[in-house]
């Protein structure tokens, strides 16, 4: 592997100037039902793309005029009356925005207070990924870009990004690891049959890893013409602010609807499950300012967060860069990458974004974890008492319930980020074995 392209563990950094770089906030804001006085998290991340310590643009030189393009052009684009039209339409007409924000009461007396589900798992192509592809896609074509590049690992981000391209009519190429080709054929044929090319990574462990520097090494040679969608509040500045303002509809649309069914736009509790953090994000973003609001991510504990076979980023990770930005990894002393383990391939990741950990950092959200076999029986009894197959992802945030002590008077709400369809047969095999879990 070319050196320059090893997106793990990248040195060399851009420096932008800063300009008006504001303190991070202090852990007094995570504290009680206080109005909030301290800096707002709307003021991050700064200039440079920075949380706290978190974030940046840990990048090779040769893709320095791409993400630079992206830096300084990003916020003017969005906020333009015409995209923020067109990208509204479009949630509304063709992801099926705004999705139900259902009262869920089998499940809310079983843990005797009100839960709240966020159907992302209605959403078109069953998952929250949709809302981030949509504005990426737009916001490429109005910097004249005519050729999409994505990377995918189970194949959810390459089916979202395969769906608005054609949707479009702009060309996509999904790399994709030669391993997760396989496992993932009928994702593979979804994305054949939108019309876009999927290319087999073939080095190293053949998985997302490999795809993501396939996909970094075809952004250098096509800089031009070329815009790369990350799936996830990851990579280098700007994409995690850029994808958690494309993804914060959800929590815009959560404070009406709870508005409109309760009288109070404010709810105690959000929960939500992160692999990079794209619908935590999105979940969390209108609340983030709001002390009052519990903020709740779910990392995946595999067999156990001791086991070594784990993707708890907050509870074994340690300060790095992956992926072009600083956070918190899964690494060992010396600094290589761990292989996660979870059985969710959306949660499958060695870090989490930057926003995530700095709300760790800051104590401004808990992160607690769900094993494997929890999530498993979440799944199901979602499915029993609720009627909802839920995606697996989402299974890991239903399982912390379990964890968490509520009130009576509180009202919950959990992103259920995407729907089951997709894991049924590990939901197959788990019934097959132990009869039925939950
Ligand atoms: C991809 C995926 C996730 C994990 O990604 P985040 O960026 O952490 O949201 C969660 N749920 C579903 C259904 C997914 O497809």
């Not at 993400?67 to 003017?76: A, C, G, P, S």
């Not at 015409?82 to 949630?91: N, W």
């Not at 608005?164 to 993932?184: L, N, S, T």
Request: net charge neutral; glycine share 10%.
């Amino acid at each position: 592997m070319d050196a320059r392209l090893e997106f793990f563990l990248m040195s060399k950094k851009i420096n932008i100037p800063v300009k008006g770089q504001k303190p991070p906030p202090g852990k007094g804001s995570s504290t009680g039902d206080k109005v909030f006085s301290g800096p707002s998290w709307r003021d991050l991340p700064d200039q440079q793309g920075y949380y706290g310590k978190f974030g940046g643009a840990f990048i090779p030189e040769m893709l320095f005029p791409n993400v630079e393009q992206l830096r300084t052009r990003y916020l003017e684009i969005i906020h333009e009356p015409s995209f923020q039209k067109e990208f509204r339409s479009l949630l509304k007409d063709f992801a099926g925005r705004p999705t139900p924000l259902y009262l869920a009461r089998r499940l809310s007396s079983k843990y005797n207070t009100e839960i709240f589900l966020k159907r992302e798992d209605l959403c078109h192509t069953g998952a929250h990924k949709i809302n981030n592809t949509i504005g990426q896609i737009l916001l490429a074509l109005r910097l004249g870009k005519r050729r999409i590049i994505a990377e995918t690992g189970a194949g959810q981000h390459g089916v979202a990004t395969a769906t608005v391209c054609a949707m479009k009519g702009v060309e996509c190429i999904v790399y994709m690891g030669e391993k997760d080709m396989e496992r993932q054929a009928p994702n593979v044929a979804r994305m054949k049959m939108l019309g876009a090319k999927v290319v087999p990574a073939r080095s190293g462990s053949k998985t997302l890893k490999d795809a993501t520097n396939e996909a970094i090494r075809d952004w250098i040679n096509n800089p031009v013409d070329t815009h790369y969608i990350i799936g996830s509040v990851v990579g280098p500045h700007p994409y995690p602010d850029m994808v958690a303002r494309f993804q914060s509809v959800i929590s815009e649309e959560i404070r009406l609807q709870l508005l409109e069914k309760t009288g109070n736009e404010l709810p105690t509790h959000v929960i939500a499950c992160v692999g990079g953090g794209s619908n935590a994000a999105g979940s969390f973003y209108h609340f983030l300012d709001e002390g009052s609001v519990e903020l709740i991510g779910v990392e995946a504990a595999g067999h156990g967060v001791n086991s070594g076979l784990s993707a708890a980023t907050t509870f074994l990770g340690k300060e790095g860069v992956l992926h072009g930005s600083r956070s918190l990894v899964m690494q060992t002393p010396d600094g290589q990458v761990i292989e996660p383990h979870s059985i969710s391939a959306g949660l499958d990741y060695p870090g989490i974004g930057p926003l995530h950990a700095q709300l760790y950092t800051t104590g401004r959200a808990t992160f607690l974890n769900a094993t494997d076999e929890e999530s498993l029986a979440a799944a199901f009894e979602l499915a029993r008492l609720e009627g909802i197959i839920p995606a697996l992802e989402s299974a890991h945030a239903l399982a912390a319930l379990e964890q968490l002590q509520f009130n009576e008077k509180d009202t919950v709400v959990l992103c259920l980020s995407g729907r089951g369809d997709k894991d049924l047969a590990t939901y197959m095999g788990a019934m097959k074995e132990g009869g039925t879990p939950g």
